[in-house]
């Protein structure tokens, strides 16, 4: 639920090589708190959020919630979100637009409301994404919707005691979304297989457990849901974002010098460990602690990688922009298959406008790694790409324009403050 085109004409300017020291810290997980956010519909009680990032995708469900009658207050990281009842049951495109992830309130709207009005989200520019499978698996529910005028439109007929929905693929929203809704049908249980297991997902149903909800299965592919009657109120604290403490690692293996990275959750990223441990990479990881450091590689002794994008615990997707910036500077022939989102690959032109030899072979690109970048005037158009992007700006030699690119801010909280703190220079204009 990335990637939305952003009408935007943001631009960054970077100048290289650069390199990044000292401490940077990890925030609260985009991708976590969105689902959150969405099931706080469920009750009427009052729910604190602690480590919610600063982004424009909080900001965007921020603004779902009030219009259905949600209260929402942030102080610093925290979101207090309270009301007495929802009013609104109809949520307008412009946020739905913005974000995907937005349409996650459908569900949850309909079992509070009984009906809802949500607008369905358009296309995106790292391929289709259509909402069939959240649909699909509401259906089975007793939520009968059909599309008017851009709108879903829905309305619970109430939901059998038993209900079993396998998911054609294991989606990462069709997941929250179902098991979101699911809690809180009384009397019924859910039965979803085929499951999507993302850190995300077992973080929300963290939260919804804690809430009262009754959820078996975390971390599996099969989860059962008893519906309750009643959720209540709670203090809660979202987990930190893994790709975004992925994308630092990235960064730190190209142009580090003992960055160390805080509050990463080695589980999360298990396979970019390992994948940095088929390459040849070093670094120092201390599970107790939480930290990472990581220094610059050394283009010799490096081995090339073939990877493929994959449901959790597979390569995330979310990552693939920034590897294939690391593996077009690795010697030899790298390839990275995308699965989950088939076309997901606009920066590779980009990356080549800097000196990278990349082609794509339908879902794959085949990289031949060069000794350096250039910098360049380059387009971004999506949040991971901009951070790809951003990373090959900062280590390519001379001045870099990432135009487009104001996506980024999108999923990575306070970037200048922290790029500042690792000593890495950038300037934005607006
Ligand atoms: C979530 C993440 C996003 C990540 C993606 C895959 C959030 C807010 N976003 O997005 O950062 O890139 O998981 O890890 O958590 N699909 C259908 N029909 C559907 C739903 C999905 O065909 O009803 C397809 C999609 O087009 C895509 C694939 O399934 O090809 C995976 O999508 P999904 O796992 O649902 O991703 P999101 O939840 O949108």
Do not use: W
Not at 208 to 235: E, Q, Y
Not at 250 to 264: E, K, P, R
Not at 346 to 357: F, K, Q, S, T, V
């Amino acid at each position: 639920m990335e990637s939305l085109e952003l009408n935007t004409s943001g631009k960054i300017v970077v100048n290289g090589p650069q390199t990044a020291k000292g401490d940077i810290y990890i925030s609260g997980s985009k991708n976590a708190v969105l689902p959150i956010m969405a099931a706080c519909l469920l009750t009427d009680e009052k729910i604190t959020l602690d480590n919610v990032p600063d982004l424009a995708d909080v900001s965007t469900m921020i603004d779902i919630l009030e219009s259905a009658g949600k209260v929402v207050d942030r102080i610093e990281d925290k979101l207090i979100i309270t009301s007495t009842s929802l009013e609104d049951f109809e949520i307008p495109y412009e946020p739905v637009r913005k974000m995907r992830a937005s349409f996650n309130v459908f569900g949850p709207l309909t079992i509070k409301m009984k009906k809802a009005k949500v607008a369905l989200p358009g296309g995106c520019s790292i391929g289709v994404r259509p909402v069939n499978f959240h649909l699909e698996g509401l259906k089975k529910l007793g939520i009968e919707s059909k599309i008017e005028h851009g709108f879903a439109l829905s309305k619970f007929n109430g939901a059998e005691k038993e209900v079993n929905i396998s998911l054609k693929f294991p989606s990462v929203g069709a997941t929250e979304h179902i098991i979101t809704t699911a809690t809180l049908i009384y009397g019924t249980k859910t039965i979803i297989s085929n499951c999507a297991m993302e850190p995300e997902i077992s973080d929300l149903i963290d939260f919804l457990n804690a809430m009262g909800a009754d959820i078996i299965g975390k971390n599996t592919s099969t989860i059962t849901i008893n519906g309750v009657d009643k959720l209540h109120g709670l203090n809660y604290r979202v987990i930190p974002d893994r790709i975004e403490a992925g994308t630092y690692a990235i960064m730190g293996a190209l142009i580090g010098d003992n960055l160390t990275i805080h509050n990463i959750c080695y589980d999360d990223l298990r396979i970019l460990f390992s994948t940095f441990d088929d390459i040849g990479i070093n670094y120092e990881l201390n599970k107790e602690e939480k930290t990472l450091k990581i220094s610059k590689i050394k283009n010799n002794n490096l081995n090339n990688v073939i990877l493929k994008t994959e449901p959790y615990p597979g390569f995330p997707t979310d990552l693939q922009p920034q590897i294939s910036v690391l593996l077009s500077l690795i010697k030899g022939k790298s390839t990275i298959t995308e699965t989950i989102f088939k076309s997901r690959f606009n920066h590779i032109d980009e990356l080549n406008r800097m000196g990278a030899n990349i082609r794509l072979e339908d879902n794959t690109a085949i990289i031949d790694g060069v000794d350096k970048l250039t910098g360049a005037p380059i387009e971004a158009t999506d949040l991971r790409a901009s951070a790809a992007l951003l990373i090959a700006g900062l280590l390519a030699e001379g001045e870099t324009i990432i135009s487009n690119v104001d996506h980024i801010f999108r999923g990575y909280e306070k970037l200048e403050e922290k790029l500042n703190k690792m000593g890495l220079k950038m300037t934005y204009i607006d």
